[in-house]
């Protein structure tokens, strides 16, 4: 290490070290907010997707159930 005047290693300032720390916070920052917006956009398309699919459900079952009520009368008029 290199040694300064002092005949000590020099250390870097407390100023350059809190740089780094806010430079990482703020990366950190952006990232999170970034992770977040993504995670929100997922579930949005996700629950979208599950609505659809439960409409289609939904629509099929009382399909089947109006079809086996027709038989049903029809085969008991």
Known sequence: AYKGESG??????YD??????????DAYKVKKKDADESFDKDCTEAENEFREKSKE???AYIKNV???LETFQSAHP
């Open 57 to 59: 459900y939904i629509a």
């Open 16 to 25: 350059s070290h809190q740089q780094k720390l806010d430079s990482i916070n």
């Open 8 to 13: 000590k290693p020099d250390a870097p300032s």
């Open 66 to 68: 109006n079809t086996t």
